[in-house]
């Protein structure tokens, strides 16, 4: 059974960083690529950053290209998501889930339970 | 950059068919995926690639694409049905970003 186990999801300082985990399982973690997908609260899903497999290709949506990084280590079965200069925008739960991949057509199955982010001062 | 728009809420009867519209510029050209969520949980994949259902989802749901519009319908509802659906899909136009639609609410009366 694939499983996807996120944490780090914490309550951070406007400005600040804070670094998300998903460990997986199930699978062999190094022939899919990841992806991570937000929600803030009352509010739909919104896709945030792809990495392949080899972690040779990373893709981000525009609202965080150049403050957030995704990364993994597949000797550790895990992918992270680096977040910087946090904005109370990216308040949001956010969600690991694997990616899935079609002819010009990519979709997540399936995804973590979700860890907390929360930018307030 | 690519926008799909969904209705906010449908409502339908127990018994009856739910349809929940995902538009989008040619999306009869692209493939859509559909997500359901209940309260509390993480999305559940229900329908990949237009019309072909995911792993353990029931008949019911099925999934048609063409034109401007896409269509998840639901058959036969049940209460457990009663969830928010989300339509995705890839924008190879801009770099493989994946788009989602703002979700439907569904109710069941």
């Known amino acids: 059974e694939v499983q996807l186990l996120e944490s780090g999801g914490d309550l951070v300082q406007p400005g600040g960083s804070l670094r998300l985990s998903c460990v997986a399982s199930g699978f062999t973690f190094s022939t899919y690529g990841m992806s991570w997908v937000r929600q803030a609260p009352g509010k739909g899903l919104e896709w945030v950053s792809t990495?392949?497999?080899?972690?040779?290709?990373?893709y981000y949506a525009d609202s965080v290209k150049g403050r957030f990084t995704i990364f993994r280590d597949n000797s550790k079965n895990t992918v992270y998501l680096q977040m910087n200069t946090l904005r109370a925008e990216d308040t949001a739960v956010y969600y690991c889930?694997?990616?899935?991949?079609?002819?010009?057509?990519?979709?997540?199955?399936?995804w973590g339970q979700g860890t907390l982010v929360t930018v307030s001062s | 950059s690519y926008v799909l728009t969904q209705p906010p809420s449908v409502s339908v009867a127990p018994g009856k068919t739910a349809k929940i519209t995902c538009g989008g510029d040619?999306?009869?050209?692209?493939?859509v995926h559909w997500y359901q969520q209940k309260p509390g949980q993480a999305p559940v994949l229900v329908v990949y690639d237009d019309s072909d259902r995911a792993s353990g989802i029931p008949e019911r749901f099925s999934g048609s694409n063409s034109g401007n519009t896409a269509t998840l319908t639901i058959s036969r509802v049940e209460a457990g049905d009663e969830a928010d659906y989300s339509c995705q899909v890839c924008d190879t136009s801009s770099g493989h970003r994946r788009v989602f639609g703002g979700g439907t609410k569904l109710t069941v009366l």
């Open positions: 990495i392949s497999g080899s972690g040779g290709s990373t």
């Open positions: 040619n999306i009869g050209g692209k493939s």
């Open positions: 889930a694997k990616d899935r991949v079609a002819k010009d057509t990519n979709w997540f199955d399936p």
